[in-house]
């Protein structure tokens, strides 16, 4: 007989679930087992995504295509899922943008829309499933953040605080859930292989150029296992991890030249 896997039974919905680390998450719930809700803007991609996971390991599989970023988007994400007589163990937030430069180097619409997905669809999303995984006392919820969380960005102003958002709330989240069987993890990555650097335009920085950039594949592990284990907060990499710390022991002005020096252009 077949070992169980310890996700069967149960269903992990990913956002951002097209490609990058919401692709390799998606893989690391399939391959414990868990069905899989995929859901990004692009429907033939999350459809190829969908049918590659399916197949691999056996899970079912379903594609919502939905802009996250609009607002009442993880609301209508939500009525789509009951409407199929779906259910939601896992919540994995990974969807988000960020864009380099100045705070007026894009338009009013792509830092708030930022804002909007970021923030306000992660929190909408886990406010709408968390009560149903405390009764369950099982799941949780699976942040994306940044290591851009843990000090302020000169130059990327919007991206940083959106993603310290996420940190603190993720971190207050996992002592609620305290003793319930509901997990919550915050997942910080460095420089990582993804779109997301390409839509944000990081790669251009000094940051990128002197930083060793990550797979996709072992960021989304790292998550994954943290998750598992309950990790309150999973900084990948030892140069992450490093960079992360080092900021609560420097003066905060001196902080503050140092990460708008690295998020010069190159």
Request: glycine share 12%.
């Amino acid at each position: 007989m077949a070992r169980r896997k310890p996700g069967q039974g149960q269903t992990a919905l990913v956002t951002g679930a097209s490609a990058g680390i919401g692709v390799d998450l998606a893989e690391c719930f399939a391959r414990d087992g868990y069905d899989l809700i995929l859901t990004a803007r692009s429907e033939g991609a999350l459809n190829d995504v969908a049918q590659r996971l399916g197949g691999a390991h056996g899970v079912k599989t379903t594609t919502i295509a939905q802009d996250l970023g609009a607002i009442g988007g993880g609301t209508a994400l939500v009525n789509n899922i009951g409407m199929r007589n779906l259910s939601v163990d896992v919540l994995v937030n990974n969807a988000g943008y960020g864009h380099a430069g100045a705070l007026t180097s894009s338009d009013l619409p792509t830092q708030l829309g930022m804002i909007d997905l970021n923030v306000r669809a992660l929190v909408e999303l886990t406010y709408l499933f968390w009560d149903k995984m405390l009764t369950n006392k099982r799941g949780g919820v699976l942040n994306v953040a940044s290591t851009a969380a843990f000090q302020p960005g000169p130059l990327m102003a919007n991206y940083y605080a959106s993603k310290a958002y996420v940190l603190s709330f993720s971190e207050a989240l996992w002592e609620e859930a305290r003793g319930t069987g509901v997990h919550v993890s915050c997942l910080c990555p460095g420089p990582t292989e993804s779109k997301f650097r390409e839509r944000a335009g990081t790669g251009k920085t000094r940051l990128a150029k002197s930083s060793k950039v990550m797979a996709s594949a072992p960021v989304a592990r790292m998550g994954y296992e943290g998750w598992k284990r309950n990790k309150r907060v999973v900084v990948t990499g030892m140069n992450n991890k490093f960079i992360a710390g080092v900021g609560k022991y420097l003066p905060r002005e001196t902080l503050l030249k140092i990460v708008r020096n690295v998020q010069s252009p190159a």
